[in-house]
């Protein structure tokens, strides 16, 4: 009993793993996965797509504190503004 249960189990979930836990799909096929580039050519697109994603990031965070502080500017002279008007 005691070597009977373990051994078993161990069957049980140890064969026919492929048809019981398969996930259709789960990994990416071939041309879906990154492929490594080797040529030159290949090595220095990637490269520029490289480069210009993380530009492209730079100047979304840069407009966005633009944004943020065109916000701030413009809260702060509302506030100054009914500062003066209160004042008077």
């Known amino acids: 009993m005691y070597l009977a249960f373990p051994i078993g189990w161990m069957y049980y979930f140890g064969t026919n ?12 096929t071939a041309e879906q996965s990154h ?3 080797y040529e030159r050519e290949e090595i220095k697109a990637e490269v520029e797509r490289i480069q210009s994603q993380i ?4 100047m979304r965070r840069k407009e966005e504190t633009d944004k ?4 701030a500017k413009e809260a702060f002279r509302r506030d100054e503004g ?3 008007v ?3």
């Open 82 to 84: 009914a500062a003066q």
């Open 17 to 28: 793993l492929d048809e019981r836990f398969r996930v259709p799909d789960f990994w990416p």
């Open 86 to 88: 209160e004042a008077r």
């Open 35 to 37: 492929k490594i580039p």
């Open 68 to 71: 943020l502080l065109n916000q």
């Open 55 to 58: 530009r492209q990031r730079e």
